[in-house]
């Protein structure tokens, strides 16, 4: 079993930046790719960016050159540096894990808002 756990949001002004980490604890031996996630009000969940174990990132076109995902693997943790920042950004943001047996976990999210 993993758990997850996010910080980092908050209220920020367009052209802003913030830095989001989730901590992993539990089985984190276990752990392959880790991700984030975000849903705004009324949309789905939408994939922002993956880290593979390896460190090769992947990101959606929206969020390329301005999002970088890392990841410390001493630390168990993965983090999303989001820079000039949009009011389109503005949603709950979740932190993803899976394991190489195929189990998926979820943190409890935290909320980004961008002001215009």
């Known amino acids: 079993q993993v758990h997850l756990v996010e910080s980092g949001g908050g209220l920020v002004q367009a052209g802003g930046s913030l830095r989001l980490s989730c901590a992993a604890s539990?089985?984190?031996?276990?752990?392959?790719?880790m991700a984030w996630y975000r849903q705004a009000p009324g949309k789905p969940r939408e994939l922002v960016a993956t880290?593979?174990?390896?460190?090769?990132?992947n990101y959606e076109d929206s969020v390329k050159g301005r999002f970088t995902i890392s990841r410390d693997s001493a630390k168990n943790a993965v983090y999303l540096q989001m820079n000039s920042l949009r009011p389109e950004d503005t949603a709950v943001y979740y932190c993803h894990a899976a394991s190489v047996f195929h189990s998926n976990y979820w943190g409890q999210g935290t909320q980004v808002t961008v002001s215009s």
């Open positions: 539990g089985s984190t031996g276990t752990l392959s790719t």
């Open positions: 880290i593979s174990r390896s460190g090769s990132a």
